[in-house]
């Protein structure tokens, strides 16, 4: 580590938000009982063919590192070809998927895991594919009483059936400005803009609709950005401390992976109450949604002290920028022992629920 | 979109389901394999303590004998001692640059220009003026108007840079009859040309025509390499120089790295000596040949749209795209259509390039370039459709400085 971006974080009161019952290395809370066996061999997946490619990479020998550091034997795999052959061989007690973006996030690969009997990290696919679709998540979260900001979600066939300026005038009429233009699936801020002239919202549209077929146009709301991981402990999930992102320009896929243009604060500048708040939401956000393991959701604390969805991520980010890792620093974990305690409860789902 | 984000999209393009027409890798598998490996088993077992030693700073003797026999090709006649060796013709740019360059000085360039060599004038806060070319390689009364322009500001022009054999990306070549122009207008104005020509003997037609540094021993100098002839991997390059200059490099480079690499520059003398060489770059010439056949004959058939020029060698087609398209924001769309290129703007220090990519030929086989161009031409199409919709043309780039082309090591 020792990155600039990891100079930057601010970690004080760093046992603030620590929650006692998250499982622990030298507990026993996340990795014994009658139906837990140690996990001595793991495969994280990594890479994809996704546009977030890059950043998979990146979390996966983040994730592989941390783990092995704790003597558990560690492979890192691509999705390709020689993947099943390989799982086939290695027989791992159990896999990570470490992806971002396309098969990774949207359940396809849990799916795959789940027909060959092999135990994974994280959200199962029914509820991947809704949380990974930004609309249907907002939604659902809605449901569960959590506020998120207006929006519209628009493919791009209906800008071809209705003409393109007579909707976004409709757009910016409801919803006003500024506005949020993002494609409804994928992460890392790929294809997002803020835009705060309406003239600009075509060009956002072309930029997000190279990204994808159907785009998510809602209201920016202005106040501090927000993300709060959440893992699942043996009492059920429990946030770790919210990280407060303050960049210098958009948070753009730029300011996330390179050091030096954004100032995290972990934990959050905020008061003990909206703290709570925060963390509340979020492990609202993931019950609502049905996730496991673990989860990071994005959100905004606008200026009345609330917090807004904005989206939540099934497979957070693992890089030395990520947020996931810097949540977990403030929370005074060790990364290997909270990878660790993340797999040991990966290996033993199953056999719970069976 | 930001030069990372470009960046990152490339990650996929190694990916085999992706058609990468993105990079600039050589097609090594044609090469000699066991002979070179025998050769170099050979070479360690009899000369390592010298194969494994510092070496000299200007590069050693006998590499530097065997380029000049190399250089001669393309009618330059010069001794062993002009010229310095260099990691690469990538570390000769940067010496150059180094030498020549203070903070606010003008590098006269073609427009578009060899991303690589942008990031190094970049690096040493040059200012990159660009100069039209077109298919007869840069325009003399561009260079004289533009030099005429600079000169009444009172700004300081200290190099010319040019690539003037298949040039990457455009794809030209400098005719015969501009050489010499060029190079008086260069010297009228006391301008030193740097003649950057990694790819002049791998033509498809013909002889090579006569570098400009046969026409001018002492207003050019001459970067030449080992990586599209033989290898990358070995990073060999070298300068030709007139002596003043020599003597500089030679330093610069020792306060660089000292020497290049001794085992590199004897593995390649040692080449040059036991293998049919001059053998080796005609079969490269005929199947880069074949292979821009292929990408011609995709770009005829797929993207009638589009416009393009014919390399007459080289590794590079510069296609323009239809009007209002922009190839950055193009690229994820291609990203997920498993098409790779690199977007105009790389080619540009001014943001502008966006109504252009570089499609290269080099590395994929001839029938996975067609496939690459017919993907390629459905992400243009899908992408027409979405800019006629919105009513956007092409962006500038939104940051000059930034690197947005891949790492070397992409297919």
Excluded at chain 1, 68 to 83: K, M, P, Y
Excluded at chain 1, 323 to 344: E, H, K, S
Excluded at chain 2, 247 to 262: D, T, Y
Aim: charged share 25%.
């Amino acid at each position: 580590m020792g990155t600039a971006a990891e100079s930057l974080t601010v970690t004080e009161d760093a046992t603030e938000n620590v929650s006692a019952d998250l499982p622990t290395p030298d507990g026993d809370t996340g990795t014994t009982g009658p139906d837990r066996r140690p996990v001595e061999r793991v495969v994280v997946l990594a890479g994809g063919l996704s546009h977030e490619r890059e950043v998979s990479l990146r979390s996966g020998r983040r994730v592989a590192d941390a783990l092995r550091g704790t003597g558990i034997e560690v492979f890192v795999h691509d999705v390709d070809a020689s993947l099943l052959p390989f799982l086939d061989e290695i027989k791992p007690d159990v896999v990570w998927p470490l992806l971002h973006g396309a098969s990774g996030e949207d359940g396809s690969i849990g799916d795959v895991l789940e027909l060959l009997g092999i135990d994974y990290v994280g959200t199962g696919p029914r509820a991947s594919r809704a949380a990974w679709n930004k609309p249907i998540a907002k939604n659902v979260v809605l449901g569960a009483g959590i506020d998120t900001p207006d929006y519209v979600t628009l493919p791009q066939s209906l800008f071809r059936e209705l003409g393109a300026q007579p909707v976004l005038d409709a757009v910016v009429g409801r919803l006003g400005l500024p506005l949020v233009v993002k494609p409804t699936r994928g992460g890392s801020a790929l294809g997002v803009t803020l835009v705060r002239r309406a003239e600009d919202l075509p060009r956002a549209m072309v930029d997000c609709f190279s990204y994808g077929d159907i785009a998510l146009i809602e209201r920016a709301v202005e106040g501090t950005e927000i993300a709060v991981s959440v893992v699942d402990g043996p009492d059920g999930p429990e946030a770790l401390p919210a990280v407060e992102i303050v960049t210098d320009g958009t948070y753009d896929y730029d300011a996330r992976y390179n050091p030096g243009r954004t100032r995290y604060y972990a934990p959050a500048r905020l008061t003990p109450e909206i703290a709570r708040h925060v963390g509340d939401v979020a492990v609202r956000a993931h019950v609502a949604l049905g996730l496991r393991g673990l989860s990071r959701t994005d959100l905004i604390v606008d200026a009345d002290g609330n917090a807004q969805f904005l989206e939540v991520n099934v497979a957070p980010g693992m890089t030395e920028t990520s947020l996931f890792p810097q949540a977990a620093q403030a929370a005074g974990r060790d990364l290997g022992d909270l990878y660790r305690a993340i797999v040991t409860q990966g290996v033993n789902r199953r056999a719970a629920s069976r | 979109m930001r030069a990372s984000e470009i960046r990152a999209l490339f990650a996929v393009a190694n990916r085999p389901e992706v058609v990468s027409l993105a990079g600039g890798m050589p097609y090594l598998e044609g090469l000699p394999l066991d002979v070179i490996a025998a050769a170099m088993q050979k070479l360690v077992a009899t000369r390592g303590t010298t194969v494994l030693q510092y070496g000299s700073g200007q590069g050693d003797e006998s590499l530097r004998e065997k380029i000049v026999d190399v250089v001669r090709l393309e009618g330059i006649d010069c001794h062993p001692d002009d010229v310095v060796v260099t990691t690469g013709s990538q570390q000769a740019l940067d010496l150059v640059t180094r030498i020549f360059i203070d903070p606010g000085d003008v590098i006269v360039a073609e427009a578009p220009s060899y991303v690589g060599a942008l990031g190094v004038f970049r690096s040493y806060q040059a200012d990159i003026v660009h100069v039209p070319l077109d298919e007869h390689g840069l325009v003399p009364e561009a260079l004289e108007e533009t030099l005429t322009r600079l000169a009444a500001e009172g700004r300081r022009v200290k190099l010319l840079y040019t690539v003037p054999n298949f040039h990457n990306p455009a794809g030209v070549t400098l005719s015969a009859e501009r050489r010499p122009r060029i190079l008086e207008i260069a010297q009228r104005f006391g301008v030193l040309v740097i003649e950057d020509n990694p790819y002049g003997l791998l033509g498809f037609d013909g002889d090579p025509l006569p570098a400009m540094r046969s026409l001018d021993d002492q207003g050019v100098l001459y970067l030449g390499s080992f990586s599209k002839t033989f290898a990358p991997g070995y990073r060999v390059g070298w300068v030709v120089a007139p002596h003043a200059v020599r003597e500089k490099l030679v330093l610069a480079s020792e306060s660089a790295i000292l020497c290049p690499s001794n085992a590199s520059q004897l593995a390649i003398a040692t080449y040059l000596e036991t293998c049919d060489w001059q053998g080796q770059i005609k079969q490269f010439r005929e199947l880069y040949r074949e292979r821009r056949d292929a990408m011609i004959g995709a770009l005829s058939e797929y993207l009638p749209s589009a416009s393009w020029n014919v390399p007459d060698g080289g590794f590079y087609t510069w296609v323009k795209l239809p009007d209002g398209l922009d190839a950055r924001s193009m690229l994820p769309r291609a990203v997920t259509a498993r098409v790779a290129y690199v977007p105009g703007t790389a080619f540009y220090a001014d943001g502008t390039g966006a109504d252009h990519v570089r499609l290269s030929y080099c590395f994929p086989t001839p029938e996975r370039i067609r496939e690459g161009v017919r993907r390629f031409a459905g992400v243009v199409s899908a992408e027409r459709d979405l800019v006629d919709l919105f009513g956007t043309s092409g962006a500038q780039d939104p940051d000059l400085t930034d690197v947005e082309n891949p790492g070397p090591n992409l297919a």
